[in-house]
T-cell receptor, first 116, second 109 residues
């Protein structure tokens, strides 16, 4: 079956703009999580959604937000972009029980965001 | 605080040499630990998790609660093992992974 799909793959935005990234999880997966990957900070958890509800949120400013739709697809939005938001944004999906239940978390290829 | 530390940014070995990628963690309770791998131009993928106690591609990892470590080992490195390796810890709710900064493994002939 198809893996986690993220769109767009690459984008360039100007400081102050906003951006929306999209994620389609593996069919049947109800949990979607987002991570930011940068050379300096590595992989950092942004938030996780399950059945349209945010279950967990990382330590990021309120400019970072997300949502999940009834079909489990998810979007994340970053408003008032800053140069430091340039990163690879990874989406991941799992059946829903989370890592503790033995579920494997599958990652997408990511969306490369450059803020200029 | 929950934290994962991978002390080496880069580990270079020759083909056939043993490999040990270090991972230490800080966690109160019973941790769930994982190793993820990212090959060049590929997505991040699960290599192994401690609860399954399995060997994947010749790699093993043992959880040592006394030393709070989960080092990844392989007795004989292959060139195709060259990749970025991340150690990760699940949060208590199982809804998030806490990653180390990663170690680049370079295997040369």
């Amino acid at each position: 079956k198809a893996g986690v799909t993220q769109t767009p793959r690459y984008l360039i935005k100007t400081r102050g703009q906003q951006v929306t990234l999209s994620c389609s999880p593996i069919s049947g997966h109800r949990s979607v999580s987002w991570y930011q990957q940068t050379p300096g900070q590595g992989l950092q958890f942004l938030f996780e959604y399950f059945s349209e509800t945010q279950r967990n949120k990382g330590n990021f400013p309120g400019r970072f937000s997300g949502r999940q739709f009834s079909n489990s697809r998810s979007e994340m939005n970053v408003s008032t972009l800053e140069l430091g938001d340039s990163a690879l944004y990874l989406c991941a999906s799992s059946p829903g029980g989370g890592a503790l239940s033995g579920n494997t978390i599958y990652f997408g290829e990511g969306s490369w965001l450059t803020v200029v | 605080a929950q934290r994962v530390t991978q002390p080496e940014k880069l580990l270079s070995v020759f083909k056939g040499a043993p490999v040990e990628l270090k991972c230490n963690y800080s966690y109160s309770g019973s941790p769930e630990l994982f190793w993820y791998v990212q090959y060049s131009r590929q997505r991040l993928q699960l290599l192994l998790r401690h609860i399954s106690r399995e060997s994947i591609k010749g790699f093993t990892a043992d959880l040592n609660k006394g030393e709070t470590s989960f080092h990844l080992k392989k007795p004989f490195a292959q060139e195709e093992d060259s990749a970025m390796y991340y150690c990760a810890l699940s949060n208590q709710a199982g809804t998030a992974l806490i990653f180390g900064k990663g170690t680049t493994l370079s295997v040369s002939s």
